[in-house]
């Protein structure tokens, strides 16, 4: 069965504004799973911004974004959620989810480049402008 996680949510934005990013599976189950949200913008590498671990017990934040961004999920709704404050034209970029399958009972990665994420979604623009 394919899998496959899709964003959502992403627009335009004031700086100081709030908006929330959904990312959605299909295919799988999103519970037990280490699930990232990255960022990039053109020219720059992708950037790991916020991760919640396998068990749900844990979070990582990126300096960038700590008390600004949270992560949550809605096992119901099969959707994990980017909550976005505060926010500022230094946030505008694609913004991805990824999956990591394997079992873990450590701590999240931000790393988008070290392999560990295999399912990514597609993306959705976030821009942050007056």
Request: proline letters at 3%.
């Amino acid at each position: 069965q394919l899998q496959l996680v899709a964003e959502s949510g992403g627009g335009s934005v004031q700086p100081g504004g709030s908006l929330t990013l959904s990312c959605a599976a299909s295919g799988f189950s999103l519970d037990y799973k280490t699930i990232g949200w990255f960022r990039q913008v053109p020219g720059k590498e992708r950037e790991g911004i916020l991760c919640i671990s396998y068990l749900g017990d844990r979070t990582n934040h990126a300096d960038s974004v700590k008390g600004r961004f949270t992560i949550s999920r809605d096992s119901a709704k099969n959707t994990v959620y980017l909550q976005m404050t505060a926010l500022t034209p230094e946030d505008t970029a694609v913004y991805y989810c990824a999956i990591d399958r394997t079992p873990s009972m450590g701590a999240c990665t931000l790393d988008a480049a070290g392999g560990r994420y295999r399912i990514w979604g597609q993306g959705t623009q976030v821009t942050v402008s007056s």
